[in-house]
């Protein structure tokens, strides 16, 4: 149990595009999704916490309008990195976690995002 | 904000070797959670930990949440060549606006040798 799936694993676009990443909870619900940043070598850097149905709340530094986050359901959140460039060229990772106080973060396979 | 300190930061073993990592914090959490990270994957829960003084296994893997709710550790019991990839610590805090959020160790580096 407890499936986080990401998609795409791996993308390659060109400078200026926006790309859409997708998290799904595969077997529970979540009303809680998390998506994070880690460059090579690093811990995971949290970007932002999306609950759904409500707006996504933002760490401090991370900008709203460049990484949109849309929570539409209990199963689905998306980061859409808007008007790439390849400084945002990095691995991205969703986690999810079901409701209720004990419940951990599980986390998707991450995306490669590389900007040309 | 808050921190993790985890050490070591990598660790070169042989197989059938016992493995010990730790991660200190300089204010409380409610959950501590480890992970491991394979190379191109996210990570994966090994163990969680919702109550002071909890000691979990795992398999091969134990871990304890600290009585002070500032500290855990992770053992591995004889290692195998499978056990390679980076090791993080977690923490969650018991509520207010951090509540459900991770603050995450620096990584352990484990690199295991046949």
């Known amino acids: 149990g407890a499936v986080v799936s990401q998609h795409p694993s791996w993308v390659i676009c060109k400078s200026g595009t926006s790309v859409k990443i997708e998290c799904r909870s595969l077997?529970?619900?979540?009303?809680?999704m998390f998506w994070y940043r880690q460059f090579p070598k690093q811990s995971l850097m949290l970007m932002a916490t999306?609950?759904?149905?409500?707006?996504?709340?933002?760490e401090q530094g991370v900008e709203k309008d460049k990484f949109l986050i849309n929570h539409a359901s209990l199963t689905l959140s998306t980061l859409t990195v808007t008007s790439a460039h390849p400084e945002d060229s990095s691995f991205y990772i969703c986690?999810?976690?079901?409701?209720?106080?004990?419940?951990?973060?599980?986390f998707g396979d991450g995306t490669r995002l590389s900007i040309l | 904000g808050q921190q993790l300190n985890q050490s070591p930061q990598s660790m070169f073993i042989q197989e059938g070797e016992d493995v010990s990592m730790n991660c200190t914090s300089s204010?409380?959490?409610?959950?501590w959670l480890w992970y491991k990270q394979d190379p191109g994957e996210g990570p994966v829960l090994l163990i969680a930990?919702?109550?002071?003084?909890e000691l979990t296994s795992n398999g091969r893997l134990t871990a304890q949440f600290g009585i002070t709710r500032k500290d855990s550790f992770l053992n591995i019991s004889a290692s195998i060549p499978s056990d390679v990839g980076i090791y993080f610590c977690?923490?969650?805090?018991?509520?207010?606006?951090?509540?459900?959020?991770?603050?995450f160790g620096q990584g352990t580096i484990l690199t295991v040798h046949p």
């Open positions: 986690s999810a976690r079901d409701s209720g106080t004990y419940q951990p973060q599980h």
């Open positions: 077997d529970f619900q979540a009303t809680t």
């Open positions: 999306s609950n759904e149905g409500s707006k996504a709340t933002y």
């Open positions: 204010s409380i959490f409610n959950t």
């Open positions: 930990l919702y109550k002071a003084g």
């Open positions: 977690a923490g969650q805090p018991a509520g207010g606006t951090s509540y459900g959020k991770l603050t």
